[in-house]
Structure formats: structure tokens, C-alpha cells
């Protein structure tokens, strides 16, 4: 079996298969939406996430940016003006993910109620190259603007 080792992370391969192995990294609630926000949201710190409005629990947004970090998928970047504080950033790995989770919006956007306009779904799926360019863009230029806009759940009259 193939073992994976950081600080404080340790995990055991249930198979070499490569969807299990990608859902032992992302087959849980929280990872992809990592990702998700690093990748099109522009957040970047430890409060982006938490205040991401998802509701991630504090133990499970560090252990997951740890598992994330472990698997290569992002890293950790002191911050320039000051060093206490980290930056999360996704690697070569993470942003290679880019296809998965514009395949993702497009498909829970199509087949499940969402807050997603129609048009823009339609817009991004007829120009998926196009949308995985400016991703790969703003990730190299290291760009923290939005990809897409936050996609806010409908409040109910009461």
C-alpha cells in the first residue's frame, strides 16, 4: 500500500484504483470547496475560508488545509507584510483540478436546483476553454480577483 506521511497527517491507500484514490483526497464535503475558493473565489487566508459563508468548522478547515497541503494540492506562504500570517495558494497540482471542478458547476447547475444564473452556466460550458485559461491565468499571475461571483442561496419569506 501506498502511505503518505506529513506533520500530522497520515493516510493509507485503499487502492491503487485512480478515482479511489482521488476521492481518499476529495471525497469529502470540504475539500473541492477549498479548492473552489482558492481557484475562483480569491480567497487566499484561513478567515477567507471560514468566513466563506459554507460553515466549515475550525477543526475541520486546518485539518483540511492540512490533508490539502500533505497531498500537494496547495501550500502555505507567509505573508510579505507580515510573516505571522499564511496565504494559501494552489500548487501545479491544484490548479490542474480546474477542468473537474468547471465540470462540476456545469453539471450540479444543469441537473440540481442552484443559485447560478442559467446563462452563465451556459456561457462557461459553450467556452470551457476559455474559462480554464483565465483560471490557469489568474493562478499564475497569482490574480485574486473572482472568477466567478459568489452564488448566494435565496432567502426565504418566513
Known sequence: MLALVSKKVKLQRR???P???SLEMFGDRWSLLIVRDLMVRGLKTYRDFQQSGEGIAT????????KLQAWGIIRAESEASDRRKLNYRLTPKGIDLAPVLLELLIWGARHEQT??????IDEMARNRRKVLAEARRRWRENDPTPLLPRFQVPSRDR
Open 19 to 21: 478515482v479511489s484514490v
Open 59 to 66: 477543526n475541520i478547515l486546518a485539518d483540511r488545509l492540512r
Open 15 to 17: 487502492s491503487a484504483c
Open 115 to 120: 443559485a447560478a444564473p442559467c446563462a452563465l
